[in-house]
C-alpha cells in the first residue's frame, strides 16, 4: 500500500531509523573479511555492488550510516517508508526494479557508479526468499561494477511471519557478518551468461548466509575475524594507518578495539 502522505511517511521513517539504531546498536558485532580493504567503511575502495537477503536488510544499513552509499530501493509501497529511513541513516535511493521504474533507475545509477558504492537486496521486493533476481547481475554488467555478497546472521533471531521471514536480532545478542570475495562480471552478458553469473552469486550468498548464522549461533570465534569498524571508528583508523596498513591478519583486529575505545 502506497502512503500518500509526504508528512505520515516522514515521521514513519523517522520513527523507523530511531528504532533500528537504538535496537540494533546493541549487539555485538563480528566480521570475517576475505579481504579488509574492500570493506566499503574506507575511503578508495573501488565502488562495487553489495548484495544482501532481504531479511537483514538493518544490518548494514546500522553499521555503515552515513557512508557513500546508494540503496535501490522498489516502487512497492514498501519502499516508500524505507526510502525514508534509509535518508535519515545518511544513504541515497534509487527507486526502481525489473518490473517497475527500471529503465529510469538503470539511469541513475549509470550517473552515480563512478562514486557510489550500491546496496541491493536481490530478492526483494516480494521474493522468493533467498533466490537471487537476474538484475544485480545485469547491472553488473551493464555498469562493470565488481559484486559482493555479504553473509550476515544473527544468534537466534525472532522472525515474522513474512514471505523473507525477517529477522529481528534478540538485544545485545551476537551479530555476524562476512565478506565475500568481489566478483567481476564480463560485459554485454547474453540470457544464458546472466544466468550462469546469477546461480554462481546465489550459491555463494547463500553459502556466506548460512555460514554467518551458524557462526553467531555457535558463539565461537573464527581465526581471522575482526570487530566491525562503524564508520565514527573507522575515520578514527585512517587518521591513523592508510588502508594498506590494516590489511594483515591482526593490524585490523587490534587497531579497531584501540580507536573504538580512544
Known amino acids: ?37 574492500l570493506d566499503p567503511v574506507y575511503p578508495g575502495v573501488r565502488p562495487h555492488i553489495y548484495l544482501q537477503w532481504h531479511e537483514y536488510i538493518p544490518f548494514f544499513l546500522v553499521r555503515r550510516a552515513h557512508g557513500r552509499f546508494t540503496l535501490l530501493v522498489s516502487q512497492h509501497g514498501d519502499g516508500e517508508v524505507l526510502s525514508e529511513a534509509v535518508a535519515r541513516l545518511g544513504f541515497n535511493t534509487v527507486r526502481g526494479s525489473s518490473k517497475k521504474g527500471g529503465a529510469a533507475a538503470l539511469r541513475e545509477m549509470m550517473r552515480l557508479s563512478a562514486t557510489e558504492h550500491f546496496v541491493v537486496t536481490p530478492d526483494g521486493p516480494r521474493g522468493p526468499r533467498r533466490v537471487l533476481s537476474s538484475g544485480p547481475i545485469y547491472l ?33 545478542s551476537r551479530a555476524r557478518g562476512i565478506l565475500g570475495p568481489s566478483v567481476s562480471v564480463p560485459p554485454d552478458l547474453d540470457r544464458d551468461g546472466i544466468e550462469e553469473y546469477r546461480v554462481r552469486v546465489e550459491e ?59
Not at 539504531?21 to 549487539?27: A, I, K, P, S, V
Not at 555478497?149 to 514471505?163: A, E, I, T
Not at 566491525?228 to 587497531?255: F, T, Y
Request: charged fraction near 25%; hydrophobic fraction near 40%.
Open 1 to 37: 500500500m502506497k502512503i500518500k502522505s509526504l508528512r505520515l511517511r516522514k515521521m514513519m521513517g523517522m520513527a523507523a531509523a530511531l528504532g533500528m539504531r537504538t535496537w540494533f546498536e546493541t549487539l555485538d558485532y563480528r566480521v570475517a573479511y576475505y579481504d579488509p580493504r
Open 204 to 262: 555463494t550468498m547463500n553459502r556466506l548466509t548460512l555460514e554467518a548464522e551458524a557462526w553467531a549461533e555457535a558463539g565461537t570465534g573464527k581465526a581471522e575475524q575482526y570487530p566491525l569498524p562503524c564508520r565514527r571508528v573507522a575515520h578514527k583508523l585512517l587518521r591513523r594507518h592508510p588502508p594498506h596498513e590494516l590489511a594483515g591478519p591482526h593490524a585490523l583486529s587490534a587497531e579497531v578495539r584501540r580507536a573504538a575505545a580512544s
Open 140 to 172: 553488473a554488467s551493464k555498469l562493470q561494477m565488481p559484486i559482493l555478497c555479504l553473509g550476515l546472521g544473527y544468534d537466534r533471531p525472532w522472525r515474522l511471519d513474512s514471505w523473507d521471514r525477517f529477522a529481528i536480532p534478540r538485544p545485545y
